[in-house]
């Protein structure tokens, strides 16, 4: 199938919200892959809007560039990528999206308590973390990584 008149990276950058140099940038990490015109310059697929705004709303939540790279790299190459394509990378992504999501209602709700960091400088720590038990599992906010409290001595 050939490429139907693609996108100039201004027209992308227009899309996306971009700055040509952000294009320019992913293109480099291999996140999308214009073609060139015969006089050299990119054409993007109408596609690549989506992969650009998939990479965007991605790093807002987090995740890296590498991350993000190797789920693209299930999309197909040669050919736009259909919805069962996407739904592809969705399900893969969505067990991280949930662990995250799971991680930050921890966080939330348990942030102006103890979470298990071994400080001792509030009072309520002393009832949920005495003689700071939690240190026994390892460093670092124990409880907001997931280990749950002693229950008495």
Known sequence: MALQKGLSIG???KRTGLAVSAIRFYEEKGLVAPIRNAGGQRQFERSDIRKLS???ISQQLGF???EIAAL???LPQGRPPT???WAKI???FRADIDARIDGL???RDRLDGCIGCG???LSQCKLYNPADRAHRSGPGPRYLMGDMPEIGG
């Open 64 to 66: 890296s560039l590498a």
């Open 119 to 121: 400080c001792l400088s």
């Open 72 to 74: 693209l790299a299930g």
């Open 54 to 56: 998939f990479v965007m």
């Open 83 to 85: 919805k069962t394509d």
């Open 11 to 13: 027209e992308l950058a």
């Open 90 to 92: 969705s399900k893969a």
């Open 105 to 107: 209602v921890q966080l």
